[in-house]
Structure formats: structure tokens, C-alpha cells
């Protein structure tokens, strides 16, 4: 009884483990939408790699005062591939906008998110390919 415990711990930590290095850049896309969906500018730089924060930070910053509420709906993510250092993460659904003028607008996001995995471990958006909702 004690072995057949023993082999189902090592069996769920390997999974785990595994699992951590596949669903890290995932993790990592969903908290970059959550901190979207929350219109969190901050949060969102703070998700990607140095290179693309201020310019990024600079569009957000005018684009967000416009945009009263981000929901992605029915959002599905897909790890495409991880490979030399750099993931690519498929998101899709639906995005839905409030705007500050009382208008909504609705599109599919099918987005490819670009990381790259840093030397600390983690993964930071390196191309979004995130649309920030306009007024049509």
C-alpha cells in the first residue's frame, strides 16, 4: 500500500513538473489578458519584455482613457510551440468593448502571442499581436 502511494506521488509530481514548463507561457498570456480585461496598463508593460515597454506603454496609456470595459469571451489558449528560448501561445474568442462614448464593439481575437523566457525562468509577451479595441 505504502510503494502504491509512493508511485502515485511520483507520478503526480512528474506530471506537475512537466506540466509546469507547458502551461508556463499559457499562464503567463492569461495574466497578460487579465491585467487587459482589468485595463491595467502597469500590470500589462510589466508582462513584457523591456524592449517593447515604453513604446507599448505610451499607446496604452492614450488608448485606455477611451475604453470603459475589455471582456475576452468564450477565450480559448494554445500552446503552438516552445523552442530555443521563445513560445508562441493561440488565443481565441471574442472581444468585447465598452467604450467611454456608450458604443460596443465585438470582434474575434485570434491572436499569436509571442514570449520570451528570460534568464530568471519566466516568460514575458514578446509580440502580442493583441488588438486594444478602437472606435469604428
Known amino acids: 500500500m505504502r510503494f502504491k502511494q509512493l508511485l502515485i ?13 507547458d502551461t508556463a507561457p499559457v499562464n503567463q ?3 497578460f489578458v487579465a491585467a487587459t480585461e482589468e485595463r491595467n496598463v502597469d500590470r500589462m508593460i510589466a508582462l513584457m519584455v523591456p524592449d ?11 488608448v485606455m482613457p477611451r475604453i470603459q470595459s475589455i471582456d ?4 480559448q489558449y494554445t500552446l503552438e ?4 528560448g521563445r513560445a508562441y501561445v493561440q488565443v481565441n474568442g471574442i472581444l468585447v468593448a465598452q467604450m467611454t462614448d456608450g458604443q460596443t464593439v465585438e470582434y474575434p481575437a485570434n491572436q499569436l502571442v509571442e514570449l520570451i523566457e528570460q534568464d530568471d525562468g519566466t516568460w514575458l509577451v514578446a509580440n502580442s499581436g493583441f488588438e486594444i479595441p478602437n472606435q469604428p
Open 81 to 84: 510551440k516552445i523552442d530555443d
Open 29 to 31: 498570456v492569461k495574466a
Open 9 to 21: 506521488g511520483c507520478l503526480l509530481l512528474t506530471l506537475t513538473a512537466c506540466g509546469g514548463d
Open 52 to 62: 517593447m515597454r515604453r513604446d507599448a506603454g505610451w499607446q496604452l496609456r492614450q
Open 72 to 75: 475576452y469571451q468564450d477565450d
